[in-house]
């Protein structure tokens, strides 16, 4: 059984940074990419980035491309999000999730596993 656990997520004002992080268990975590979307209230889990199992490939929503930088430690089985220059249009809840052995990096039914998710609020 796989289970994923965010943390790292919090209060930070306009212009901040946070570094969240994903620890996974379960086997194999090195051998499946691994990506984080996004959900504000009212609106759709959005893509934010996604990271090949080797990090060889990182992948970026539009929205954060220049100010959002994914990366992994297989060794630690965690993934981590760092998100600098955040703006208030970046507050949601960030889930970490482990994308099928294939499939699109960006589509939501195509992760399998996902974790319960970790608030960011970013003050103006």
């Known amino acids: 059984q796989v289970q994923l656990v965010e943390s790292g997520g919090g209060l930070v004002q306009a212009g901040g940074s946070l570094r969240l992080s994903c620890a996974a268990s379960g086997r194999m975590f090195s051998s499946y990419y691994m990506g984080w979307f996004r959900q504000a209230p009212g609106k759709e889990r959005e893509f934010v980035a996604a990271?090949?199992?080797?990090?060889?490939?990182?992948y970026y929503g539009d929205s954060v491309k220049g100010r959002f930088t994914i990366s992994r430690d297989n060794a630690k089985n965690t993934v981590y999000l760092q998100m600098n220059s955040l703006k208030p249009e970046d507050t949601a809840v960030y889930y970490c999730?482990?994308?099928?052995?294939?499939?699109?990096?960006?589509?939501?039914?195509?992760?399998?596993?996902w974790g319960q998710g970790t608030q960011v609020t970013v003050s103006s």
């Open positions: 999730a482990r994308r099928r052995y294939s499939g699109s990096y960006y589509v939501v039914r195509d992760y399998d596993y």
């Open positions: 990271i090949s199992w080797s990090a060889d490939y990182t």
